[in-house]
């Protein structure tokens, strides 16, 4: 069993910056792919970033490309999600999720594909 847990979240104005971490426990080897998805109020949830441990892959969606970082740190099982540059659209609630199959392609950010879910940290940026 696995058990994910998200934080970080806040307010920040616009152009700041948010570190988001997700804490996994429990069976970490048996899910090798970790990704970030988001959810807006009256909105779909859409993926924003992936990350494999298999082979060190990692995806990002056009909207946060050059903006927002994965990257996951095996010893303390721990994705971070580093945001710069955030603007209002940037608003939701922040989730990661995870995964057995270890190297997803363009699918990963498809939220089907991922079995285990964290509770959701919230993000608000505003002036």
């Not at 060190?56 to 999600?81: M, P």
């Amino acid at each position: 069993q696995l058990h994910l847990a998200e934080s970080g979240g806040g307010l920040v104005q616009p152009g700041g910056s948010l570190r988001l971490s997700c804490a996994a426990s429990g069976s970490t080897s048996d899910y090798p792919s970790i990704a970030w998805f988001r959810q807006a109020p009256g909105k779909e949830r859409e993926g924003v970033s992936y990350i494999s441990t298999e082979d060190g892959r990692v995806y990002y969606a056009d909207s946060v490309k050059a903006r927002f970082a994965i990257s996951r740190d095996n010893a303390e099982n721990t994705v971070h999600l580093q945001m710069n540059s955030l603007k209002p659209e940037d608003t939701a609630v922040y989730y990661c999720a995870a995964s057995i199959w270890p190297k997803w392609g363009d699918v990963w950010s498809r939220s089907d594909r991922y079995e285990v879910w964290g509770q959701g940290t919230q993000v608000t940026v505003s002036s």
